[in-house]
């Protein structure tokens, strides 16, 4: 029986999935949070018992607040959020510009707030997961690159309030980069690689094979579990995650 439990955002697919994965292989007893509960059970039928499907939309606040009172987590994963449109600036409306604003920035919000409120237990860890676009930007990715921005101030600012508070939650934010292995990425990479006008396969030669969203998943996982990780934020590398300066 898992003596740990985690939740987990945007779990039936890409990033999150493997990462409840990866927590469920190290003894975390998980709560997979996702809209699709067909996904969802493909992933409890991998994972097995040690994973519980919640069909939720993890960006409404209620969704935060009920979970988090009723599961008292010691890790949350905060992974969840929306596929962009991928087009030249211009091409956007303020709507569909400000989509990831409205998802993945209001979800960690929501749960981040809850977090601080709840509170968590001492020991507690709160890992929101932002991109490499945060740190570099996209020309074809609207609001995107600016949302993930965001959630990197705003873990960090968390991570103040609960050293303000002596609260002993520890707030870190996952930095990975583009990665074809997951729907988003593949459909970014093929986007980007049509705006240099130049062929998906060569584009593609440009991004790390080995790191693939199983990887990736197991080094968001570490973030949670590992005591060695005191940096507020890391890039997730072939190498493992490494502090972003």
């Known amino acids: 029986m898992s003596t740990r439990t985690a939740i987990v955002t945007g779990a039936s697919r890409g990033f999150g999935r493997a990462t409840a994965i990866a927590l469920v292989n190290a003894g975390v007893h998980v709560i997979g949070v996702a809209r699709d509960r ?3 059970d493909a992933v409890r039928d991998e994972a097995g018992a040690e994973f519980t499907p919640i069909a939720a939309d993890a960006a409404d606040p209620v969704t935060a607040g009920h979970l988090i009172d009723t599961y008292r987590p010691d890790i949350l994963i905060l992974n969840a959020g929306a596929q962009p449109l991928l087009r030249p600036l211009h091409q956007y409306s303020w709507e569909t510009f400000s989509h990831n604003w409205e998802v993945d920035v209001r979800h960690v919000f929501n749960w981040t707030r809850e977090a601080l409120l709840a509170p968590l237990d001492p020991g507690s860890v709160v890992v929101a997961v932002s991109s490499g676009a945060a740190l570099q930007g996209s020309a074809v990715g ?36 583009l990665n ?3 729907t988003l990425g593949h459909t ?12 998906l396969a060569h584009f593609l030669q440009r991004l790390d094979p080995t790191l693939t969203p199983e990887r990736v998943g197991q080094q968001i996982a570490a973030l949670s579990t590992g005591s060695e990780f005191d940096s507020g934020a890391y ?10 300066s």
Not at 167 to 174: E, N, P, Y
Not at 235 to 244: D, E, F, M
């Open 38 to 40: 067909e996904r969802l």
């Open 142 to 177: 609207g609001g995107y690159s600016g949302a993930k921005a965001t959630i990197l101030f705003m873990t960090g600012f968390a991570a103040e309030e609960s050293n303000r508070e002596k609260l002993g939650i520890r707030f870190v934010t996952a930095v990975p980069g």
């Open 180 to 182: 074809a292995g997951t």
């Open 188 to 199: 970014a990479a093929t986007a980007h690689a049509q705006r240099e006008g130049v062929p």
């Open 235 to 244: 890039r997730i590398t072939t190498n493992g995650p490494t502090p972003v």
